[in-house]
């Protein structure tokens, strides 16, 4: 199938996620949609291959790099700890701990996360970057409470030179000079944990307020990492020009200030950034006025954010120009790019104000800020960032031209949108406490991101277009080498790794099942509950559990939490399996695996704390009455169900394929579902053919069915025109295709396919009209054809 990959945000570029779609425009490029003969079509089409074999060639003979030098181990101990031991979190990890300063002494913290003694309230920011020599150097006075008793204060720093520090101890925080400077002992950085400790003279008691003020310095030299605070290079008119902007996600504010980078530690920012009098800076913020800095410079202040995660500051300077448009709550969005660029933003900042406006319904809280900024960003690792109030795009992920850019394009510019602004409330007024429950956020994006979406235009069809990630997660879950999408993450820098298209994609499609379950209006409820009772501040995954299990009432006395646990904290799904007999309908569960792997240990090792069963809210129709749908509940077990009519022709289990699992059947139950597509195939929904064609073919891949009964299925496709349906369908032929490629049936398939697809092939034409979904179906229509005729 087409993959979209939509886990937009924070969204990994190419080292992790490729969040970029198929069809994303290259990056400083711009394309018309082509149309192209049939013969140019299949010359492209051997050119590629042969251009595809070469390449494989040249990766089988490719070979892995060497690892890095080990480090000297140490024994030293850490007076104080919280117990998450650096070298404990680094398996296999061949660079030990050694906790020794950069000073050559003892580092006395040897935890990665922070101690928690001393949380920060506040931050003021002055920043002047000299883009043109490609550094910064700032200025930040942190307000701090102390939570506990104290001698001790650590925080996050990365890459910065750290100069002048003072402490004071606040007496009176509404008079400026009611405070009094503390003693401070001593100052150590161990850049492994991109930590600074500094000890005091004397023990701090709780409740008490502190200032700390610390002057760095740091490059802007980092755009091949484009983390931190980085600059970039771009061209207008064929004059190279120059910009620095941010991407803080999981862990790099402290490469651009000193502060505690962890999301728990929410605090208000305030911001001064001096710039030169042609650029422009922006904040998370409103601007709150503009003074000259000396000669040819100027300073900005922004006005005090709300209480926010570090990872979700950004500022950016640069010449860029912009459009804005107001909501109808009266929150100004704007839109900012290059300025021979800015005109391809209209359509992006028309979709973020449809986009807002319906959000403000759908969460049940009015968008909190009042203002939101998108900008366009030339070098820009991730697919967007969610920035409160400044969010970051790459350029290709919010430019549209309607002249030339691809329907794809827009789609994926949408997409992008939405999910960038489901974060400004999950995500950014309510927190993950720390970065394990980054699925949550990432997975509710993915899914709300198809509704809001779906407010800007209809033709894309995105709510069925989420049978997309939904069949790629299945097929990734399914391989005894996935994960459980709730995994413990005890060093940020695993993040990146831990989160991938199962946690994305699996983590949306299990969002959309719960809501399935309790309905539109209990979701919203307590989805809207759940922002009220945690906003400004920091959840985990159990309270939006435990504010769904409040909005609804599950059957059989069932807990949302006991629920979806069995869902998240094991890897994989289950495949339920239909058997009709004397009026009743067995139900039993396993774990489906698309390959047997019990002879292998090392996959097949990991335990999983259900046994590898759930709590399945099995859902199916019948023949009798296809638009009604009925619920059983499968607790960890089988279930069976009295059939009220002995004439049901058919039973459909998973209506809708809402459900995180796959259905078989007896082979009357097959046949019946078969028959029914081949005489009417309408009455059952997109979703459900979907779900039809995936179940058989993957079912037929494990061994569970042969592999006439999908092939049987298939024939009904000479009267199906939808490109969902067609495009599943296809994924599991080209995967026949390749196994039967030097086998004798390889004609027979040839054949078979064409036989089916000719018909919609001479009706689509090669004309480049319809609608999106048309256009996409004749394309893969015509490389069906071109792949099977040669």
Known sequence: ????????????????????????????????????????????????????????????FARPGSTLPQEPCSNQQAPESSGHSAADLHPGYDKPQTYIATNGEPF??????????????????????????????????????????????????????????????VLDHRLEFSKTRLQV?????????????????????????????????????????????YKSEYTVKGETRYMASTQFEATSARNAFPCFDEPQLKAKFKMSIVRNKEHITLF??????????????????????????????????????????????????????????????????NASVTVLNYYNSFFGIPYPLPKQDLIAIPNFAAGAMENWGLITYRDT???????????????????????????????????????????????????????????????????????????????????????????EVLDPSEVDAAFDKISYDKGGSLIRMLQSVIGEADFKNGLTSYLRKHEYGNAETKDLWDAFEEASNLDAGLKVSVVMDTWTKQMGYPVVTVVREKGKLLLTQERFLIMNVSHNHSVSSYKSPY?????????????????????????????????????????????????YYRVNYDKEGWQAIIKQLRTDHTVFAVTDRVGLISDAFSLARAGLIDYTVPLEMTKYLINETDYFVWEEAL??????????????????????????????????????????LTKKLRASMITLAIFFYF
């Not at 996620?17 to 492209?44: D, M």
């Not at 894309?460 to 879950?477: K, Q, R, V």
């Not at 509940?633 to 289990?653: C, E, F, R, T």
């Not at 086998?743 to 034409?765: C, N, R, T, V, W």
């Open 284 to 349: 998370n913020t409103p601007l709150k006025g503009s003074t000259p800095y000396g000669e040819g410079l100027v300073q900005d202040e922004y006005e005090e954010s709300v209480k926010m995660s570090t990872y979700l500051v950004a500022f950016v300077i640069c010449d860029f120009k912009n459009m804005s448009k107001t909501t109808e709550d009266g929150v100004e969005v704007r839109l900012f790019a290059p300025e021979d660029k800015i005109y391809m933003g209209e359509f992006a900042l």
């Open 397 to 487: 992920s919010i430019l549209y031209d309607p002249a030339i850019s691809t329907e794809g394009t827009k789609k994926w510019v949408t997409i992008v949108v939405a999910h960038e602004l489901a974060h400004q409330w999950f995500g950014n007024l309510v927190t993950m406490k720390w970065w394990n429950d980054l699925w949550l956020n990432e997975g509710f994006a993915s899914y709300v991101e198809r509704i809001g979406a779906d407010q800007v235009d209809k033709e894309f069809h995105m709510i069925d277009s989420f049978m997309e990630p939904f069949s790629g997660s299945m097929y990734l879950d399914s391989l005894a080498t996935s994960h459980p999408i709730e995994v």
């Open 611 to 659: 046994n590898y069963k759930w709590y399945i809210p099995f859902t199916y129709s019948t023949s009798a009455n296809p638009s009604r749908q009925s619920l059983v509940w499968m607790m960890k077990d089988s279930a069976s169900v009295d059939l009220p009519n002995d004439s049901v022709a058919w039973i459909k289990g998973n209506v809708g394929s809402y459900g």
């Open 185 to 229: 002992r001593q100052e150590l950085e161990y850049p492994r944990n991109d930590q600074y400790y500094v000890r005091l003279d004397s023990t701090i008691r709780a409740k008490t307020r502190l200032e700390l003020h610390v002057n760095f310095r740091g490059s802007l030299e980092s755009v091949s990492k484009m983390k931190g605070f």
């Open 731 to 772: 994924s599991h032929i080209y995967f026949l295709e390749s196994q039967l490629k030097l086998q004798e049936e390889f004609d027979l398939l040839k054949s078979f396919l064409l036989g089916l697809a000719k018909p919609l092939i001479d009706k689509l034409g090669w004309e480049n009209s319809g609608t999106h």
């Open 108 to 169: 006395p913290w040897k935890d990665l996360r922070l101690p928690g003694t001393v949380v920060p309230e506040s931050y003021s920011i002055f920043l002047h970057a000299n883009i043109s020599q490609s550094y910064f150097k700032g200025r930040v006075e942190m307000v701090l409470e102390v939570v506990s008793d104290t001698n001790f204060i650590v925080f996050h720093t990365q890459d910065l030179n750290i100069s002048d520090l003072s402490l004071y101890e």
């Open 1 to 60: 199938m087409d993959q979209e990959v939509e886990e937009v945000s924070f969204l990994p570029g190419e080292a992790i996620l490729n969040k970029k779609a198929v069809y994303e425009p290259t990056k400083g490029q711009r394309f018309r949609q082509v149309v192209c003969s049939k013969g140019w079509a299949i010359c492209i089409l051997m050119s590629m291959g042969t251009a595809m074999i070469a390449i494989a060639v040249i990766a089988a």
